[in-house]
């Protein structure tokens, strides 16, 4: 089989793998984080950034090991990786506040994990508050008690 990249396409392509090895738990500034699982198709894949017109993006480390540069980390790919952080706290605070507080309000009695449609409803609008709530003041109303309820 035989693929053929433009040099934007291959850009796009190089952003799309420091993506995902930035969510594997790869980290540009340390190599030695590149998760085994893909490292030889990262290699494989970086390789290419020299006949593909790319090789100002990539790399060479003291051990022949390829890696991008901060001309593709940095900018356009760092924003998209920080606007998924920024999406990804605020999803799962709100879901976890709304999971917390609907338990609390059901109490030790409920039997299963299932909820009811009434539940369910609850819960969307516990989230509902919440998200009103973060997109209007933030974490400037979030209070930790440290050792329980107050």
């Given at each position: 089989m035989k693929v053929s990249f433009t040099q934007k396409e291959y850009t796009r392509l190089l952003e799309l793998v420091h993506m995902g090895l930035w969510m594997a738990g790869s980290r540009p500034d340390d190599p030695a984080t590149m998760p085994e699982r893909y490292a030889d198709l990262?290699?494989?894949?970086?390789?290419l950034?020299?006949?593909?017109?790319?090789?100002d993006l990539v790399e060479v480390?003291?051990?022949?090991?390829?890696?991008?540069?901060?001309?593709?980390t940095?900018?356009?790919?760092?924003?998209?990786?920080?606007?998924?952080?920024?999406?990804?706290?605020?999803?799962?605070?709100?879901s976890r506040l709304a999971?917390?507080?609907?338990?609390?309000?059901l109490g030790p009695t409920k039997l299963t994990e299932e909820l009811t449609d009434d539940e369910e409803e609850r819960l969307?609008?516990?989230?509902e508050n919440y998200w009103r709530e973060f997109e209007t003041k933030g974490t400037d109303n979030l209070v930790v008690l440290r050792g329980g309820k107050g």
């Open positions: 990262a290699q494989k894949t970086l390789v950034a020299e006949p593909l017109g790319c090789a480390d003291v051990n022949g090991q390829y890696f991008l540069n901060e001309k593709l940095d900018g356009p790919v760092a924003e998209k990786i920080d606007k998924f952080v920024e999406d990804a706290f605020w999803s799962e605070l709100v999971e917390r507080d609907l338990r609390s309000e969307e609008t516990m989230e």
